[in-house]
């Protein structure tokens, strides 16, 4: 068994309203940033996990992901990458 | 001007303790999942703006973390990456 840290991206599905970005987007109009269209805020999560390998790490993330990390109805996630920990 | 979507990745610095990485971590070893030696949960912000060059938009992003986005006490930022719209 290997250490791994893998990397996900959890984002709010294509069309599902998104408050947090929203917000973060009017608020950087108020600062005087006004090139900002779109703000959209996920989540980044790192996790060390021990696996046989990079692809056995990786499809333990996504089932971590499917049965908690990310909300099926309204959040995507995409592994980001994985790296081999000394 | 063209248009750039700039990815970032907003975590808690290094030593800080991470609340929400921990409940994560304990989630995921109730759940089954036993090789999960840590989790650490942080923020993956994804802006679209208008900039001269991909350099002008992250420097832009830059200064929207140190202004905004990244609390400089117990965060760290880095530019994940610059993509430019059609």
């Not at 499917?66 to 990458?81: C, H, K, M, Q, S």
């Given at each position: 068994?290997?250490?791994?840290?893998?990397?996900?991206?959890?984002?709010?599905?294509?069309?599902?309203?998104?408050?947090?970005?929203?917000?973060?987007a009017d608020a950087l109009h108020t600062l005087g940033f006004r090139g900002v269209a779109d703000?959209?805020?996920?989540?980044?999560?790192?996790?060390?996990?021990?696996?046989?390998?990079?692809?056995?790490?990786?499809?333990?993330?996504?089932?971590?992901?499917?049965?908690?990390?990310?909300?099926?109805?309204?959040?995507?996630?995409?592994?980001?990458?994985?790296?081999?920990?000394?």
């Open positions: 068994m290997s250490r791994f840290r893998v990397s996900v991206h959890i984002v709010p599905r294509q069309g599902i309203l998104d408050p947090q970005g929203k917000a973060v703000a959209r805020i996920g989540r980044h999560v790192v996790l060390d996990v021990s696996a046989v390998s990079p692809e056995a790490a990786g499809a333990a993330v996504r089932e971590m992901c499917d049965r908690l990390l990310a909300n099926p109805v309204t959040e995507d996630y995409e592994i980001a990458g994985v790296e081999t920990l000394p």
